[in-house]
């Protein structure tokens, strides 16, 4: 059974209207508003602690770069608007780092908490997985605490946290570093072509 299959036996009648797919160029101006929301009134759930909205032109150029390594890009559509979406990008550039990646997942404003996130992380691990990536991992603002238990309910456990190690709208914030192993993990020799 897949981490996708896993998390939809609890059934969530909220998003099942809800498309999750490979993004496109065409997603590029929603995908930037979402990320534009997060980054002008919070802090976001990447714990990125972004202040600059990114060019249109460079996300569509990083997409096609991700595509060439694998890496997944994905939205979650609904009635033809992206209310969210997700990528994995590598953890480090060094080789040694070669099988792990780390993953951001932006929901649009109107559609927090309403299951988004928990349609688009499971795909964001089997496509991973399926890429040959052994490790995930993912960086979380503390207070994010439906972010944390969506992580730990897909399997991701708390290796790091990193206290004060962000200064948005006049106050500190923390970190927490979570980690999941995809596939068969650190249970054999990875294959050699990534």
């Known amino acids: 059974m897949t981490v996708h299959e896993a998390a939809n036996r609890h059934g969530n009648d909220k998003v099942a209207d809800v498309v999750v797919r490979s993004s496109r160029d065409d997603d590029v101006n929603a995908m930037v508003a979402i990320y534009l929301h997060h980054i ?3 802090v976001d759930a990447s714990g990125s602690y972004g202040f600059d909205a990114p060019q249109l032109t460079d996300l569509k150029q990083r997409r096609k ?3 060439k390594r694998r890496l997944p890009h994905l939205v979650a559509e609904r009635a033809g608007t992206v209310v969210g979406y997700a990528y994995a990008v590598l953890f480090r550039k060094r080789p040694a780092y070669r099988y792990v990646v780390k993953h951001s997942i932006y929901v649009h404003s109107d559609h927090l908490h309403s299951g988004i ?3 688009l992380l499971p795909k964001l691990i089997d ?3 399926a890429s040959g990536y052994r490790q995930m991992i993912g960086y979380i603002d503390a207070s994010n605490c439906p972010s ?3 992580h730990e309910a897909l399997g991701f456990r708390q290796v790091g946290y990193l206290p004060s190690i962000g200064f948005k709208f ?3 914030t923390d970190s927490v570093i979570m980690q999941r192993s995809l596939g068969p993990g650190a249970t054999s020799q990875p294959d050699m072509w990534l």
Do not use: E, S
């Open 117 to 119: 996130g928990r349609l």
């Open 65 to 67: 770069n991700m595509q």
């Open 40 to 42: 002008r009134v919070g």
């Open 148 to 150: 944390i238990q969506l």
């Open 127 to 129: 496509a991973c997985a």
């Open 170 to 172: 006049g106050h500190w």
